[in-house]
C-alpha cells in the first residue's frame, strides 16, 4: 500500500464537501441525502497547503425499513455510506485508506454499530473497495428505476416529499408532464454491511437465526 502518511482526514461541515461530490462523483448530487458525518481527504498540496482529494458522507439510511432489516436490535445505530468519491489521480488504495480512517473515527466517537453501503452496478461499480475494506457482502437488491430531472438522477421519492421545496417543484413538473422528468430503468445494485463491533455482529446474527 502506498505511504499515506502525509494524507490527513478531517471532519467537515456538508457544505464543505458538497460542491466537491457534485463535480467528481458519478452522480453529481447531494440530494435528499440526511446527512449525518461528513470527511474529506486531503493530500500534500502547493506551499505547504493541503488540498481535498476526496470526500465521504454518511447519512440515514435512505429506505426507511432499511435501519430495522440490518441493525433490528438498534435501527437508530445504522448508518448508510451514501458518497464516496477520490479524484482520479490519488495514489491506489486511497479509497481504502480514507474508509478506515472514518471508520477508526466513527468507532471513537459515536455509538453507530452498522454500517451499510450499495454499489451501483449501473455505473459499473460492483464494491470491490468496500470488499478491500472488509465490507461483508450480504447480497442484491431488486432492478428498480431513477428518476431522471434534467439529465441528473434523483431517487423515486423525491416526487412524494412536500415538506422539501425541491421535491414540490420537481413534483409540479412531473404533474405538468415535463419531458425531463421522466423515470428510468436501473440495474440492481450490491449490498454491503461493516459491523462497528463483534458483539452486536453476533447479536444480529443469533436474532436473524432465530
Same mark, same amino acid.
Given at each position: ?9 478531517? +471532519? ?5 464537501? @458538497? ?15 440526511? $446527512? ?9 498540496? !502547493? ?13 440515514? *439510511?435512505?429506505? *426507511?425499513? =432499511?435501519?430495522?432489516?440490518? !441493525? ?12 464516496? +468519491?477520490?479524484?482520479?489521480? =490519488?495514489?491506489? !488504495? ?6 478506515? @480512517? ?7 466517537? =459515536?455509538?453507530?454499530? +452498522? ?10 461499480? =460492483? ?16 432492478? $428498480?428505476?431513477?428518476?431522471? +430531472? ?9 416526487? /412524494?416529499? *412536500?415538506?422539501? *421545496?425541491? /421535491?414540490?417543484?420537481i413534483r409540479a413538473r412531473w404533474e405538468a408532464k415535463d419531458p425531463d422528468v421522466f423515470f428510468k430503468k436501473?440495474k440492481s445494485k450490491n449490498r454491503y454491511v461493516y459491523y462497528l463491533n463483534k458483539g452486536i455482529k ?9
Amino acid at each position: 500500500m502506498p505511504d499515506f502518511k502525509d494524507y490527513t482526514v478531517e +471532519v467537515v461541515p456538508r457544505m464543505a464537501i @458538497q460542491e466537491f461530490i457534485h463535480k467528481h462523483h458519478y452522480s453529481h448530487n447531494t440530494n435528499g441525502i440526511q $446527512g449525518l458525518e461528513c470527511f474529506a481527504l486531503f493530500a500534500p498540496g !502547493n506551499f505547504g497547503i493541503p488540498k481535498m482529494v476526496g470526500a465521504m458522507m454518511y447519512a440515514i *439510511p435512505s429506505m *426507511p425499513n =432499511t435501519a430495522k432489516a440490518y !441493525n433490528p436490535i438498534n435501527p437508530d445505530r445504522c448508518v448508510e455510506l451514501r458518497r464516496l +468519491v477520490c479524484i482520479d489521480d =490519488t495514489p491506489k !488504495n486511497a479509497e481504502s485508506f480514507f474508509i478506515a @480512517q472514518t471508520i477508526k473515527w466513527l468507532r471513537q466517537n =459515536t455509538d453507530y454499530e +452498522v454500517i451499510i453501503s450499495f454499489a451501483d452496478k449501473q455505473y459499473g461499480h =460492483t464494491g470491490v473497495i468496500y470488499r478491500a475494506s472488509n465490507f461483508e457482502f450480504v447480497g442484491e437488491t431488486g432492478a $428498480g428505476r431513477v428518476l431522471m +430531472v434534467d439529465g441528473r438522477e434523483y431517487h423515486s421519492r423525491s416526487l /412524494s416529499q *412536500p415538506i422539501k *421545496p425541491y /421535491s414540490r417543484r420537481i413534483r409540479a413538473r412531473w404533474e405538468a408532464k415535463d419531458p425531463d422528468v421522466f423515470f428510468k430503468k436501473r440495474k440492481s445494485k450490491n449490498r454491503y454491511v461493516y459491523y462497528l463491533n463483534k458483539g452486536i455482529k453476533k447479536k444480529i446474527k443469533r436474532l436473524k437465526k432465530a
